[in-house]
């Protein structure tokens, strides 16, 4: 939109100054029932009547009454009408072409992301209902290790279920931050954890050595 605009701008700006040019007889004609005598007197007032010939608006007028002051149709036929195909038609249809294809792109982007937004619904449908028998199973059984068996397996399953249609997950920044820092304290407590099983080990080989 930006380089069409500056184009046009462009255009605009070289047929004022040559209807600046070409219609000086006509600006300074001693008639007195000239209607549009200012059209081409100075660059905003050029700009004004380019502007109207863009939107169709008097443009015979205006051209019958050039070709009356400078005796002759062909300077003025060959200046307005080449603006009016230039700009009203050319111009026109490029200018709404690609905001008709601005428009299709958003509601393009605008249905990708509800059907992104309808399989996440889904898929969270899914983890809901694979959790809930996975509470089920928690219930049912006391070892930890068959629940967490369990849990990964029906982890799987529903990645298989899905298949192509989970979409990637993209987590922001604060929240990667604070998945690591998880991790890491995880990780510590890991740690602290099998040196507690160490010093209990040495604890029942004393107790029972003794």
Known sequence: MIFITALMAIFFYIFAIIGIQVFDRYTHSHRANLDYRKSFSGLPNSFVTLFQLFTLDHWYDLLRETSDVMKGWTVPCIYILSWILLGSFIFRNIFVG???NNFQNIRQNMMTEQKQDHQNRKLAQLNIFALDELEMEHIESDDPLVDWEAE??????IIKALGQKMSPVMWPR????????????????ADERNQLFKLLDKALLRFLDS
């Open 98 to 100: 690609v905001m008709v």
């Open 152 to 157: 990964v397996f029906h982890n799987l399953e």
């Open 174 to 189: 604060d929240t990667m931050f604070q998945y690591y820092m998880l991790l890491e304290a995880y990780a510590s407590n």
